[in-house]
């Protein structure tokens, strides 16, 4: 069956280090992707997204990378700080919205 | 600008009992979306409304159930509750411009079945 996935469970990174968080996803249809962001006893937040008609966007400090040929998704986060520590996943879309399960980040000091 | 509200934050219900969830959205945002998330499943999409009308539907039972009022309040309904009915539930709402999207999310209501 379809799935979204993500490779690694958890990354650690020291500050000011990049970030580089990856997902898989089989759904050929997919044409909308979320990244999301969600801390210890809060709901997700909204990252960035990126629609299928591209293959790179960038925000404040994230990038997003969509590679459709081998559908691999991920998320670049530079700089990064005590403050994005939380748990990434990401989202695919096509009818419905599926998430990965969900990667770890912890940011040492 | 207030945030997505959800209400109430903690429910404990028995099996077999029906809940009933509210969500209100940002002002302006007409699409509300209810996902579950739990520790085995993680985050599950569950539907999302859009001006009164369900526009998607996730992999749920028919137990699972939504509406929307004209004031773009949602309500998420849940019969026959069983013990692997506790989760986090959330809602997000919703507005999109053109490419520009933006989504939030509420606190999430967490209900426990015994």
């Known amino acids: 069956g379809e799935s979204v996935g993500l490779h690694l469970p958890t990354l650690s990174v020291q500050e000011g280090d990049n970030s580089i968080i990856n997902c898989a996803y089989s759904?050929?249809?997919?044409?909308?992707f979320i990244w999301y962001k969600q801390e210890s006893g809060k709901g997700p937040q909204f990252i960035i997204d990126?629609?299928?008609?591209?293959d790179k966007r960038q925000g404040q400090r994230v990038t997003v990378l969509l590679n459709k040929t081998v559908k691999h998704l991920s998320l670049q986060i530079a700089a990064t700080q005590p403050g994005d520590s939380a748990v990434y996943f990401c989202?695919?879309?096509?009818?419905?919205?599926?998430f990965g399960a969900g990667t770890r980040l912890t940011v040492k000091p | 600008k207030a945030g997505v509200t959800q209400t109430p934050r903690y429910l404990i219900k028995t099996r077999g009992q029906q809940v009933t969830l509210s969500c209100s959205p940002i002002?302006?945002?007409?699409?509300v979306s209810w996902y579950q998330q739990t520790p085995g499943q993680g985050l599950q999409f569950l539907f999302e409304?859009?001006?009164?009308?369900?526009?998607n539907k996730g992999n749920f039972p028919g137990r699972f159930s939504g509406r929307q009022f004209s004031n773009s309040r949602s309500e998420m309904n849940v019969s026959t509750l069983e013990l692997g009915d506790s989760a986090l539930y959330l809602c997000a709402s919703s507005f999109q411009t053109g490419n520009d999207y933006e989504q939030y999310f509420g606190p999430g209501t967490r209900l426990t079945v015994t």
């Open positions: 990126i629609r299928s008609n591209m």
């Open positions: 409304y859009f001006s009164e009308t369900q526009r």
């Open positions: 759904n050929s249809a997919s044409d909308y």
């Open positions: 002002s302006g945002h007409r699409s």
């Open positions: 989202a695919e879309s096509h009818n419905d919205m599926r």
